[in-house]
């Protein structure tokens, strides 16, 4: 099995790339199809 390091992230960094994939899942899925696949019960 091969594996791969994960590259570290300033905390800058993970916050960008966090809005980026909450931004692109945003504009795929309107917001009340969105929120209740994050959000459990």
Known sequence: MKTF????????EAQ???FAL???????F???EF???VIWD
């Open 16 to 18: 960008q790339k966090q």
């Open 35 to 37: 929120l209740p696949a």
């Open 5 to 12: 390091p994960l590259q570290s992230l300033t905390i800058i």
């Open 30 to 32: 309107p917001g009340s």
């Open 22 to 28: 909450v931004d692109s899942i945003c504009r795929h």
